[in-house]
T-cell receptor
Framework: DTAVSQTPKYLVTQMGNDKSIKCEQN?????MYWYKQDSKKFLKIMFS???????INETVPNRFSPKSPDKAHLNLHINSLELGDSAVYFC????????????????FGPGTRLTVL | SQQGEEDPQALSIQEGENATMNCSYK?????LQWYRQNSGRGLVHLIL?????REKHSGRLRVTLDTSKKSSSLLITASRAADTASYFC??????????FGKGTRLSVIA
């Protein structure tokens, strides 16, 4: 059974377009995340979200926005795509987020490779 | 922001040898976690060590934590070709999300 799934796996698009990446988790977790992994494999958190709070990495352009229709989904919308947005985007989830008593072990999706031409 | 730094960046060993990777971080932590990423895949959680622990084992994995030096090491014993992957440490501090290091690329040659 897939725990965290993402679609599409590959996304090739032109500069200036708007696109979305979908993420679903069937683990019953409270918190979901989006990460960007660049060509040097550096993994940078973009957003963390539960039903109480959205935490945004301040370095993320406002062209990126997370949308959560329900607890099991956190989709990533990207407007006006730029060449520098090309990367692999990972969705992840954890049980209870970032409070001090939790481990915050994260479960990752398989990634979406975005290529902007 | 705090970030783990893995060392070395890349490591190549023969099958059967042990592989040791190190991680250093900057501020106090609640726990430190190690993840593996196979090529083209998402990260997979391997092992977690809490700030009040010094060593943990899981199968062929051994993790140590030295909070005085703000460092951790991951030892993979009797490595196999299937261990070839990138390994990341991640630290949890207070109410901030996990922060990942840049990873160590391990190649195990059969």
């Amino acid at each position: 059974d897939t725990a965290v799934s993402q679609t599409p796996k590959y996304l090739v698009t032109q500069m200036g377009n708007d696109k979305s990446i979908k993420c679903e988790q069937n683990l019953g977790h409270d918190t979901m995340y989006w990460y960007k992994q660049d060509s040097k494999k550096f993994l940078k958190i973009m957003f963390s979200y539960n039903n109480k709070e959205l935490i945004i990495n301040e370095t993320v352009p406002n062209r990126f926005s997370p949308k959560s229709p329900d607890k099991a989904h956190l989709n990533l919308h990207i407007n006006s795509l730029e060449l520098g947005d090309s990367a692999v985007y990972f969705c992840a989830s954890s049980q209870a987020g970032t409070s001090g008593g939790d481990t915050n072990e994260q479960f990752f999706g398989p990634g979406t490779r975005l290529t902007v031409l | 922001s705090q970030q783990g730094e893995e060392d070395p960046q890349a490591l190549s060993i023969q099958e059967g040898e042990n592989a040791t990777m190190n991680c250093s971080y900057k501020t106090s932590i609640n726990n430190l976690q190690w993840y593996r990423q196979n090529s083209g895949r998402g990260l997979v959680h391997l092992i977690l060590i809490r700030s009040n622990e010094r060593e943990k084992h899981s199968g062929r994995l051994r993790v140590t934590l030295d909070t005085s030096k703000k460092s951790s090491s991951l030892l993979i014993t009797a490595s196999r070709a299937a261990d070839t992957a990138s390994y990341f440490c991640a630290t949890l501090s207070g109410n901030t999300p996990l922060v990942f290091g840049k990873g160590t690329r391990l190649s195990v040659i059969a």
